[in-house]
């Protein structure tokens, strides 16, 4: 496994990758031909592989004769990819075009049709999320206005109100002492003139 992996990825798709290239670059129409010969036998020779990889991995030398395989369609002596083209890969796709031809465009029309559908399907259950919770955060931030009363809102306002500047109001006692001094000169007037009787009566 260790090594089949590695093989296939250098001999049977860099190799075959750089010698396309310089099939396409010289416009060489003969080699060009034989590389997309090739290209089509490694295509059905991964597809199957995918699957003889899940039941036949247990098989003895497996892997070593996928690297076997792979050598011979690339081999110039036995030139294994062209032979698998002409004798079974193009009568078979020629007589069998039409066929696969209308399939491929009822898949196509039927993804697309799909692809629209779930792509309305999906902007409608995204619309609508967004419209619940929109909803939802409208609703909540008036429940939390209501919890609010009357009440609440003075005792609010209130704690937030200035306190009144200027001098504090009279006390009690300062209006006593303010009354109270009058009331001092009268009684002190009433003791001097009642001194100044007794003076006289005695003289």
């Known amino acids: 496994l260790f090594v089949s992996l590695p ?9 075959p990758a750089y010698y396309s290239y310089k099939a396409v670059k010289s416009k060489d129409i003969k080699e060009y031909v034989k590389w997309m010969m ?6 059905l020779f991964t597809t199957a592989e995918t699957f003889t990889d899940i039941f036949l991995c247990w098989f003895p030398f497996y892997y ?10 690339l081999s110039p002596y036995t030139k294994g990819s062209s ?14 075009e039409k066929e696969i031809d ?12 799909a692809l629209v559908h779930f792509g309305k399907r999906g902007l409608n259950v995204a619309a609508t ?3 619940m919770a929109a909803s939802k955060g409208q609703g909540a931030l008036s429940e939390r206005l209501r919890s609010f009363s009357m009440q609440d809102l003075t005792t609010i306002r209130g704690d937030g109100a ?18 109270g001094q009058p009331k001092m ?18 003289d």
């Open 7 to 15: 093989s296939r990825l250098i001999f049977g798709t860099l190799y």
């Open 38 to 43: 090739y290209w089509i036998i490694f295509a």
């Open 64 to 73: 070593e004769l996928k690297i076997a395989f792979v050598a011979w369609l």
């Open 83 to 96: 032979l698998l083209y002409r004798k079974f890969v193009h009568p078979t796709l020629s007589s069998k």
């Open 102 to 113: 209308d399939c491929l465009v009822q898949a196509k029309d039927r993804s697309y049709d």
């Open 129 to 131: 999320a967004a419209v």
């Open 162 to 179: 200035p306190a009144p500047s200027g001098p504090p109001p009279p006390g009690p006692g300062r209006a006593s002492g303010k009354h």
């Open 185 to 202: 000169s009268r009684s002190a007037s009433e003791s001097a003139s009642s001194s100044g009787s007794t003076a006289a009566a005695q």
